[in-house]
């Protein structure tokens, strides 16, 4: 196989396992080899070079690797990247559209949702789903639902006001549009 | 034409959103582990999984046998390369891999250099070595005991575990004052050890190009041309062909200010094989191996006169070290600016005596989001303040105003001797008695103490030096404390700026660009802030200490006024008047008698290149280093309620009203920002994050499930207000602001705990206050103490 890193190509090892993996990142298939043991995060930064998604803890506390899986946000150091396969993944490198940035995005930036920026990755992540899940959101709710994710910058309060700005932004758009709640 | 609106164009004032976010809410940002380069290798540490043994035996062989192991590093090869230990930046030594034994859990023994981290891993796991375990001190009074184990007998004439023995002020006065006491309080505590945590580990990736010569350094480093000095010092590297590029960085909080072994490993590792090097540390590594904060015993004494005035203070500080003094602090005094306690009162008399000592714990305490030591001062300060006041049956809040610097009596010596400029202390405490309603919260008290409920409230007011520093009193290996900006008007008046700071989450790129601004009236928008790569900013010292907007962001000011200076001279030459006849407003340049005739700072721009006066040296663009008069001395008061269960030994936080006066404020979103940062931080230490030590020196807060800190749902909401005194001696008035909150909001947590439990007869529970510590207070009527080593119930 190829090394778990395409910089330094190493020659195939017989005694070093290999899996191919499918998955769907951002709505484009892509297909890898990769060692059985291979995490998810590791495959999403190093193999598919999609370098948003962050690993800060290893144990899966901190949520700076969280990703969606089919739309659930789960923390992508603590999976296998063979767990992955046949799974839809979307990345914070996703969450924009063509031309615009999703309302999580807006908020963070307008309700100075981060500083660092080192875990607003798997932030944005987490309330996408929360949002997607829920439309309108309680303070709580939104503290609730983020408290798998750590920051050690902000003290929350403007995160959970960016998530709510979100909301509030994605149900004008989807009222605008006659779409229900 | 008239002049600009500030905020219009950005400038001093304006919230402006963060131009940094763009990258940041897309996943663009560039941290070091997001840097690839070709042909790159890994490196993983071997860590001592004890702490204290001397090392009988390393057998890297059956590392050396995995495939894809390119190199393993020990001590013994370290050694022979005279690298095996480096010095600090507190004039010790540190065992960059160890040769002789381990002195903590968590040390560096090997390191494997590989083509991934993974096989990197496993060749760690596959290192033998034998260590024969020594007795092992994990608290002062262990260390100082008659018969403890010397930790560090590789010094020579190091007989003991002291580090220092320090002190500053007035011994014997302080006796007088002593002496006319009418009542003296005490308090004893501990500042536990904590860890700053960033989200971001350390690392670092090196790149020694041979046919170059040319050293180039990616790592997460808060000051990237001291790191530059040290590595040309220590490693004997010619300065200008040393780069450290300081990417975008995780969080500093102080935990990037020291140099690390693991940075010294890969630098050595990349010239050996001549290929890059990445060191990407893991969460383990990072929070039992770098830099700590606190961890500072504190006994205090204050002389009381009946009518409410402190007479004089008496502190005894004990710290703990770790095994190598390795405190990455600037200042001159051994204990850091442990003496700034007691700044905003008017005390005559005030001695501190200060003795460090070495232990088998983690080196290298950092200011962890403070100026050394100002956190431990202020709680320390604050809870003295607090156990008078209660002595003396005295009111908490008249007790402060009591006591505090007038308005009026600025410049105001301290008692320990520094000198504080400016500030409205009354009026900060008022804002925060009204804002949390304090004329009401006894009725209150006794309403909910009737339906069996506790509840209690806590005041922390205090003013803390901020900005080393001036050069006289602050250096770093002999370096004076200054800071630089570099600014580049182009001819269109678009510019860039430099400086020898480094943002790690603080808005730089942002705020810099406001100040500008202010100075000289371009749009914020079209001023591109750069920093951290030694190659192309000017010389500074980094980002710590609350020292960006004191230090840099003066020289950003004076950088512009520079630039105006000669677009002044632009100006005349173009509006065909002399100098003394033009005047400026934001943005540009009229001339006195006629104002509808300017020039705008823009036409000036393109003049500089295109029609600058006969003799005029072309171009728009100068540096300033700044080195500050004065620290800049930021004043808070916070206030917090709670709601301690007397059943379980849990308290809520009910209100919590923060009021800051750190000058004129160039973005108030972000200043507003940094306050519910640091109070977060407070809140953490005050209620769970400590890193502590089992009996055999085991750390007990090696990984985010034992070492806790808030989330979302923990961490309470904020009511922020301001008062505004501005700086006397900053060019733009304005102060620092990162770490107030950090520093002053402690103490508001625990005195509303301590408030609390009064009628159960304690007076202090070390923090945090967990549960169980709250509640056996409550049951036992005595104090809690938490120190380690660490109890079975924590």
Request: aromatic share 8%.
């Amino acid at each position: 196989m190829t090394s778990l890193f395409e910089e330094v190509p190493r020659a195939e090892d017989d005694a070093v396992p290999v899996r191919t993996v499918s998955v769907t990142v951002n709505g484009e298939r892509r297909t890898v080899k990769v060692e059985p043991r291979l995490l998810l995060a590791h495959m999403i930064r190093h193999g598919l070079k999609l370098t948003g998604t962050h690993t800060g803890c290893d144990t899966s506390n901190c949520g700076a690797c969280t990703v969606l899986l089919d739309g659930r946000p789960v923390k992508s150091c603590t999976m296998l990247a063979v767990q992955a396969d046949g799974h839809e993944v979307t990345t914070v490198e996703g969450l924009a559209g063509q031309s615009e940035l999703h309302p999580v995005q807006e908020g963070f930036k307008d309700e100075h949702g981060l500083q660092c920026g080192f875990c607003t990755p798997g932030m944005m992540l987490t309330a996408k789903a929360l949002l997607d899940e829920n439309p309108d959101p309680t303070e709580d709710e939104v503290r609730w639902a983020l408290s798998g994710n750590l920051c050690r910058c902000t003290g929350y309060q403007n995160i959970v006001k960016s998530v709510l700005w979100a909301a509030r932004k994605q149900r004008a758009a989807a009222g605008e549009t006659g779409a229900g709640e | 034409m008239t002049a600009l609106d500030e905020i219009k164009i950005g400038g001093l004032g304006a919230s402006r959103r963060r131009v940094e976010d763009n990258r940041f809410i897309r996943g663009k940002g560039n941290y070091v582990d997001d840097i690839v380069l070709p042909g790159m290798l890994h490196m993983e540490i071997l860590r001592s999984p004890v702490a204290h043994a001397r090392i009988v035996s390393v057998d890297t062989s059956k590392a050396w046998a995995i495939p894809g192991v390119r190199l393993v590093l020990t001590g013994e090869m370290m050694a022979k390369r005279n690298l095996a230990w480096m010095p600090t930046l507190s004039y010790d030594t540190q065992a960059v891999l160890a040769t002789d034994k381990v002195r903590f859990q968590g040390q560096e023994v090997a390191c494997v250099i590989a083509d991934d981290p993974y096989i990197a891993k496993d060749a760690c796991e596959a290192i033998v070595v034998e260590y024969e375990t020594l007795p092992v001190v994990v608290n002062p009074e262990q260390a100082l005991a008659a018969d403890a184990p010397l930790i560090r007998d590789d010094k020579e004439n190091q007989h003991d575990n002291v580090v220092f023995d320090w002190e500053v002020g007035d011994a014997a006065g302080t006796d007088r004052a002593f002496a006319q006491a009418d009542l003296v309080s005490k308090i004893d505590l501990h500042y536990p050890r904590s860890h700053p945590s960033p989200i971001e580990c350390c690392g670092s990736i090196a790149d020694f190009d041979r046919s170059t010569s040319k050293l180039t350094v990616y790592m997460t480093t808060q000051a990237p041309h001291i790191i530059r000095a040290a590595v040309s010092l220590v490693a004997e590297l010619p300065e200008h062909m040393i780069r450290i590029v300081s990417p975008d960085i995780g969080g500093g909080f102080g935990n990037k200010v020291p140099v690390y072994p693991g940075y010294v490993m890969s630098i050595l590792a990349s010239i050996l094989l001549e290929r890059p090097v990445k060191w990407i540390e893991d969460k383990t590594g990072n929070l039992i191996s770098t830099g700590f904060g606190r961890d500072v015993y504190l006994r205090g004494e204050m002389a009381l006169r009946k009518d409410g005035r402190i007479l004089g203070v008496r502190m005894h500080t004990v710290s703990d070290h770790g095994a190598f003094f390795a405190d990455a602090q600037p200042s001159k005094f051994k204990i850091g600016l442990m003496h700034s306690a007691f700044a905003a009162y008017d005390i005559p008399a005030a001695h501190l005596l200060a003795r460090g000592v070495y232990t088998n714990k983690a080196p290298g305490g950092v200011a962890y989001r403070c100026s050394f030591r100002v956190t431990e001062a202020m709680f320390f300060q604050e809870r003295m303040v607090q156990a008078a006041a209660d002595d003396l049956g005295m009111d908490q809040a008249e007790f402060r105003r009591v006591n505090f610097v007038r308005d009026d009596d600025f410049p105001h010596r301290t008692a320990f001797g520094f000198l504080t400029d400016s500030g409205q202390y009354g009026k900060c405490l008022d804002v925060g008695l009204e804002a949390i309603g304090y004329a009401d919260f006894q009725e209150r008290k006794k309403e909910a103490a009737a339906r069996g409920r506790l509840l209690g409230i806590g005041i922390s007011t205090m003013t803390e030096p901020l900005g080393a520093g001036n050069s006289r009193e602050y250096d770093i290996l002999g370096i004076k404390m200054f800071d630089s900006a570099e600014l580049r008007v182009h001819m269109t008046g678009k510019a860039l700026l430099r400086t020898g700071a480094k943002t790690q989450g603080q808005g730089h790129e942002t705020t810099w660009a406001q100040i500008v601004a202010h100075e000289l009236g371009l749009p914020a928008e079209d001023v591109v802030v750069e920093e951290g790569d030694t190659d192309t900013a000017p010389f500074g010292m980094g980002t710590y200490a609350s020292r960006s907007t004191p230090v840099a962001g003066a020289a950003v000011a004076m950088v512009a006024r520079k630039i105006r200076a000669k677009a002044r001279k632009l100006a005349a030459h173009l509006l065909e008047v002399s100098e003394e006849d033009v005047e400026w407003e934001l943005g540009r340049f009229y001339v006195r008698s006629a104002p509808n005739r300017g020039v705008t700072i823009q036409e000036c721009a393109a003049a500089a290149y295109s029609n600058m006066p006969d003799g005029m040296e072309p171009g728009l663009e100068n540096v300033a280093y700044y080195d500050p008069p004065n620290l800049t001395w930021p004043f808070a008061c916070y206030i917090a309620t709670v709601e301690v269960d007397p059943q379980t030994g849990v308290w809520d936080v009910l209100n919590f009203v923060a009021v800051d006066d750190c000058g004129v404020r160039i973005n108030p979103m972000i200043v507003e920002g940094q306050i519910m940062g640091g109070l977060t931080e407070a809140y953490a230490m005050a209620s769970m994050q400590f890193i502590t030590y089992d009996a055999e020196g085991n750390c007990v807060g090696s990984n985010y499930m034992d070492y806790l800190l808030p989330t979302a749902w923990e961490t309470p909401g904020f009511e922020l207000h301001e008062v505004v005194t501005p700086c006397p001696h900053h060019p733009i008035g304005a102060k620092g602001i990162g770490e107030c909150a950090t520093v002053g909001g402690p103490a508001a947590f625990v005195n509303a705990v301590m408030d609390a439990l009064k009628g159960f007869g304690v007076r202090n529970i070390d923090m945090p206050m967990l549960p169980d510590r709250v509640h056996e207070a409550i049951t036992t009527g005595r104090d809690v103490s938490g120190h380690p080593p660490v109890r079975q119930d924590d």
